[in-house]
């Protein structure tokens, strides 16, 4: 069983920076594979970032890719998001979730989920 939390989300301006971060429980985070998924209103949920359980590989959207950053550190049973160059269409309530199966971007194979975190990127 893994317990997620998600924090550092907020209100920031067109251009800016945020980081995200995900807290897990339970002593196998290290065996999981991690994704960050988002969610904007009135849109479906989407795949932003993925990193393997090592953190060695990561695969990003294109809509996120050279501006969005994910990390890990095992130690601390942590992810991160680390997202610069925000624009407007980055607002969402942004999601982090555990997998057992790597380099997925489907929200239906992270058998584990956060309750999300609000980003709002505003001008």
């Known amino acids: 069983q893994v317990q997620l939390v998600e924090s550092g989300g907020g209100l920031v301006q067109t251009g800016g920076s945020l980081r995200l971060s995900c807290a897990a429980s339970?002593?196998?985070?290290?065996?999981?594979?991690m994704g960050w998924f988002r969610q904007a209103p009135g849109k479906e949920r989407e795949f932003v970032a993925t990193i393997n359980w090592s953190g060695g590989s990561t695969r990003y959207a294109d809509s996120v890719k050279g501006r969005f950053t994910i990390s890990r550190d095992n130690a601390k049973n942590t992810v991160y998001l680390q997202m610069s160059s925000l624009k407007s269409e980055d607002t969402a309530v942004y999601y982090c979730a555990a997998s057992r199966i790597q380099w997925s971007s489907r929200w239906a194979d992270y058998e584990y989920r956060g309750q999300g975190t609000q980003v709002t990127v505003s001008s």
């Open positions: 339970g002593r196998t985070f290290s065996s999981y594979h």
